[in-house]
Structure formats: structure tokens, C-alpha cells
């Protein structure tokens, strides 16, 4: 049940709040942390983690209103870490690989990943792939989201102007990289 604010407005409870923000933010945030991780369940799991937190801490956060800046921030710190994750597991596969007598020891790549390297090769996704984790950020809240560069700084924990640079750093990255593969 709603709790009636000092000025009489009637506060919504956790449970109505988090339901309203993941009713308005859920697909947004799964595109997001899918553009940072490259993998739908890490995705997916990477933004209810996020559900979850919000809910768990709603009494305490300083302000409902910045709840989807919490959430955002939440998401790219999640994909962050899901990435330093993927990396420690990719180097710990890759020395066991390298042992010659390592269990499944394979040395070319399976049907499925041949079949998945060719899904994802659009030119603009490999060009991003060799951006900065900070610029690939950014670029993605601004033109995936069409977050203002207030709002990605809010979701990254930086300045606006670092946005921008980031940002045209970013670009100039994609440009020169589009036009060598064209």
C-alpha cells in the first residue's frame, strides 16, 4: 500500500515503483548492456541484477526521481563487470587449450561459433569492437539510447565535458575505420 508523503502525495510502494520502471525501461536496458556484453542471458541477467538492487534499496535511495539514472548506471557497471569476468574466463580457457593434454583439446572452431563469428561481422559492430570500453559507453547511451550527454555522464559517474570527448574521439575512430573497410 502507497505511504502518504509530508505534502500528501501518495508514495508508491517498492513493489508499484520498480514494477512502473520496468515496465518503461526493461527493453532499453537489455539493448544497452546487449550492445556492452555481445550476449543475451549476460544481458538480461546483467539488467534484473540491476531490478533488484533498485528494489532492494528504494527506501533508501536519495531520490525516486533518479531512479533510471540508478538503473543505468547499475546496467553499465554490471556489463563492466561481466566483461572483466569474460576475460579471466577466455584466459584461463585459452592456457588450458594451449596444454597438450588438456580435455577437449580442439584446433579449429566448432560449426556454431564459425556460424556466429558470420552473424556478427557487420562492419559497424566489428568498428566498434575496437573502441575504448569508455567510448563504446558512450557512443551507445548517445546514439542507441539517445541519452543527453547530462544523462550519460550521470550513468557513467563522469563529466559532461569527458562525454564529449569520448564521444568525438569515438566518432573519429568509427569514420576512419568505416572508410578503410569501404
Do not use: C
Amino acid at each position: 500500500m502507497a505511504e502518504r508523503e509530508p505534502g500528501g502525495r501518495l508514495r508508491p510502494t517498492a513493489d508499484e515503483a520498480v514494477g512502473e520502471l520496468y515496465a518503461a525501461h526493461w527493453k532499453g536496458l537489455v539493448r544497452l548492456a546487449w550492445l556492452l556484453l555481445r550476449d543475451d542471458l549476460a544481458a538480461e541477467e546483467v539488467v534484473q541484477d540491476a531490478f533488484i538492487a533498485v528494489h532492494r534499496r528504494w527506501d533508501s535511495l536519495r531520490s525516486h526521481e533518479n531512479a533510471t539514472a540508478y538503473l543505468r548506471r547499475a546496467v553499465v557497471n554490471g556489463a563492466r563487470s561481466g566483461l572483466r569476468h569474460r576475460g579471466v574466463e577466455e584466459r584461463y580457457l585459452t592456457r588450458e587449450q594451449g596444454e597438450p593434454t588438456s580435455y577437449a583439446r580442439r584446433t579449429e572452431k566448432s560449426a556454431e561459433e564459425r556460424a556466429l563469428d558470420a552473424e556478427t561481422t557487420s562492419s559497424m559492430i566489428v568498428a566498434l569492437g575496437h573502441l575504448s570500453q569508455r567510448q563504446k559507453e558512450v557512443l551507445t547511451m548517445r546514439y542507441y539510447l539517445d541519452l543527453s550527454e547530462a544523462e550519460i555522464a550521470d550513468a557513467l559517474g563522469i563529466s559532461a565535458g569527458s562525454v564529449k570527448a569520448h564521444a568525438h574521439r569515438g566518432l573519429a575512430t568509427l569514420r576512419d575505420r568505416m572508410e578503410t573497410a569501404s
